[in-house]
């Protein structure tokens, strides 16, 4: 190629460069430009400043927990030069000592809390006298959102707390936490949080908790449950696990205090698994029920030839299905128990949820459990029989109770009876579940007559009945099983009584039991039967059951 030509070519690719470079830079400018317009027509979305978080209610709209203003103090300790002197200044006012506040400072290098609730009538003379000494560099009094629990310690594990920084941490408070405080929304000046709508019932609650309280006067046990349930529905009314605490004061509380023993406490239930044993034997039907047990007091059999000797409180003679849950005999329901199929038996304890975790919107809920078969030994199934070498909770029992108030079918406990928005629209709410029927309507009518026996004379739950008044009641007292001593000798006992009322048309299960009482008497009958005895007449009192005139 020519001088001439290379020039020409060079030129030419020049002129292409530079037109290719022009080209970038305007688009480059162009988005710039446009890129500037955007950003001067964008707005921030308009997001609420605060979110209020929603309220917990009973069954009847009272107020379980509130948001509510409170102040704090806190103060600057690297900018104090005489802390005793500022300690003597502030302390009338926030119901402490000087040494505490004190102590307390000297803490923290910056900034410390130095209360997290003054009283309100405190507030407005502390904020005067910081500014009247014009501390106010040092000292600040700060508002802040909390909650205040009106009912103090009645259903305390079961509403639950929140933190400092009101966010739910137990119970209620916890699992509704995404409802009862969202996010801050779009478009709002402030969010409002649901209001969680509970089945309890506080008027009932009452009645349980002072039942409790008398419990634990009279026999000093270690821990009680108590709780009643809904026939109709799965509802829980009232549930109460002792000892409790109050909710205001939640920080003061200890780890046993918090714990919902009602659903995470595991026990052998004793006595009063029988009623399930029973109805499970009489729908297998595979014992012999035609003829009547022998009680002397004892009832052997032979295994591998190793006599296994079962023990009963007492000689009870002739016994029938119903006279065993009357006088609560060992021996018979152990007898009908070994003559069932292992597997089906098993299956049966499988469909009334005793091998499960009931699904409740609260934290801690245990599974109850029995042992495959595959593990049992020769003792196994007569024991477990009559409630023990198995695991459970009060909320499983009960659940399995509703399958003898309806016939043979399971209802599903509840305690969130509905979520309602702040127009008072409702987000969500809970519907009746209902298992396929675990035994027939014959087995569940036959198992509530022996109930019934039970509380008439010379049954054990002779101090649940009231006149006028269908109850059906078992009681339980089970020996508790030492796992330092591997005895159950020196274990304890826990002492309790299931009933269901009334029996022509159940509206309430009502289950109490004291675990290792220590004064007045071991037994489910003198423990947990007056109990609910109590209750029911708590519950004629307030119209919500009916004495039938002879």
Same mark, same amino acid.
């Given at each position: ?28 400018? #162009? ?44 103060? =600057? ?9 500022? +300690? ?18 000297? =803490?923290?290098?910056?900034? *410390? ?28 009094? @700060? ?54 709508? /509970? ?41 109460? &696990? ?25 026990? @052998?239930?004793?006595?009063? #698994? ?28 032979? @295994? ?18 119903? /006279? ?42 245990? =599974? ?62 809970? @519907?009746?579940? =209902? ?63 299931? &009933? ?12 109490? +039991? ?16 007056? *109990? ?19």
């Amino acid at each position: 190629m020519d001088s001439t030509k290379k020039n020409r070519f060079f030129s030419i690719t020049l002129k292409i460069i530079t037109a290719l470079f022009i080209i970038i830079i305007a688009r480059l400018f #162009f988005l710039m430009i446009v890129s500037s317009d955007k950003s001067k027509e964008y707005d921030d979305p308009n997001v609420a400043s605060a979110v209020v978080r929603g309220n917990i209610l009973d069954t009847n709209d009272k107020i379980l927990a509130i948001e509510v203003p409170y102040y704090s103090c806190s103060l =600057r300790v690297d900018k104090i030069s005489n802390l005793e002197e500022i +300690a003597q200044l502030i302390s009338p006012y926030l119901d402490m000592e000087e040494s505490e506040i004190v102590e307390i400072a000297n =803490r923290y290098q910056l900034q *410390a809390l130095i209360k997290d609730r003054i009283d309100d009538d405190k507030v407005e003379p502390l904020q005067n006298k910081i500014k009247e000494l014009n501390l106010q560099n040092i000292g600040k009094v @700060e508002k802040k959102e909390g909650r205040d629990y009106p009912y103090t310690f009645h259903a305390a594990q079961s509403i639950g707390f929140v933190g400092s920084d009101n966010e739910g941490l137990e119970g209620i408070e916890y699992t509704m936490n995404d409802y009862l405080s969202p996010s801050p929304q779009l478009n709002e000046e402030i969010t409002y949080g649901d209001d969680v709508k /509970l089945t309890l019932d506080m008027d009932i609650q009452y009645l349980v908790d002072l039942e409790v309280q008398n419990i634990n006067r009279d026999f000093d046990p270690e821990s009680i449950v108590g709780i009643v349930l809904d026939a109709k529905t799965g509802d829980i009314l009232a549930m109460t &696990s002792y000892p409790w605490y109050d909710l205001n004061s939640f920080k003061e509380s200890s780890a046993d205090e918090k714990q919902n023993k009602v659903i995470s406490m595991l026990y @052998e239930p004793g006595s009063v #698994f029988k009623i399930f044993s029973l109805a499970l034997l009489l729908d297998l039907d595979q014992a012999d029920f035609e003829t009547p047990f022998i009680c002397d007091g004892t009832f052997s059999f032979n @295994e591998d030839g190793k006599e296994i000797t079962i023990k009963c409180t007492h000689e009870h003679g002739t016994v029938t299905p119903q /006279l065993m849950l009357k006088y609560s005999c060992n021996g018979a329901i152990s007898s009908w128990a070994l003559q069932s199929d292992s597997d089906d038996y098993y299956e049966k304890l499988n469909q009334l949820g005793f091998n499960s975790k009931i699904d409740l919107p609260l934290n801690g809920v245990a =599974r109850s459990r029995i042992a495959d078969p595959s593990t049992w030994s020769v003792r196994s199934k007569p024991t477990i029989s009559f409630g023990q070498e198995m695991s459970t909770t009060a909320i499983n029992l009960v659940s399995a109770a509703t399958a003898l108030a309806n016939d043979g079918i399971i209802l599903k406990p509840h305690i969130v009876k509905s979520i309602v928005d702040s127009d008072s629209n409702v987000v969500k709410e809970r @519907e009746i579940e =209902r298992s396929d029927p675990i035994f027939d309507v014959a087995t569940a009518d036959e198992v509530l007559e022996g109930m019934e026996l039970a509380t008439q004379e010379g049954g054990t739950a002779t101090k649940t009945a009231i006149e006028g008044l269908r109850v059906g009641s078992k009681t339980g007292t089970a020996q508790l099983y030492n796992s330092e001593t591997k005895s159950y000798e020196d274990g304890g006992v826990l002492a309790s009584t299931l &009933s269901i009322v009334p029996l022509e048309d159940p509206k309430y299960i009502i289950y109490f +039991a004291a675990k290792a009482p220590t004064k007045g008497s071991i037994w489910g009958s003198n423990i947990a039967g007056p *109990a609910v005895h109590g209750i029911l007449e708590g519950l004629v009192s307030q119209n919500k059951l009916t004495i039938k005139k002879q």
